[in-house]
């Protein structure tokens, strides 16, 4: 049974960098041919992708995040990571990673998110 894992802080402050990462157990991330997600869901909104690492570490962004985020990843520790730079109180969200079948979709394990604040 594969488990996701987010972790990071709760609160950051504007301007700076949030990171996250996403520590995955029972299965390895470089498992042909799954993708890493980070999704995320403001209050009261609907879910967003933010993007995806994929098993041969490839990654793919939402157009309109991309200048604003960057994935990477740690096969030694079989983790991935979500960095999203000037964070402002609009980036206020539950963070999710979840594993998926494609780069945007197709999601069949979700970790159990991480509430992040944005705020002075």
């Known amino acids: 049974q594969v488990l996701l894992q987010e972790s990071g802080p709760g609160l950051v402050k504007p301007s700076q960098t949030l990171s996250l990462t996403c520590t995955v157990s029972g299965g390895s991330i470089t498992t042909n041919f799954y993708y890493w997600s980070w999704i995320r869901q403001p209050p009261g909104k609907g879910l967003e992708w933010m993007g995806a690492?994929?098993?041969?570490?490839?990654?793919y962004y939402s157009p309109s995040l991309k200048s604003r985020t960057s994935l990477s990843r740690d096969t030694s520790k079989n983790q991935f990571t979500l960095q999203l730079s000037s964070v402002t109180p609009q980036d206020k969200a539950v963070y999710y990673c979840?594993?998926?079948?494609?780069?945007?979709?197709?999601?069949?394990?979700w970790g159990r998110g991480t509430q992040v604040s944005v705020t002075s």
């Open positions: 979840a594993r998926g079948a494609c780069s945007r979709g197709l999601f069949d394990t």
């Open positions: 690492i994929n098993y041969s570490g490839a990654t």
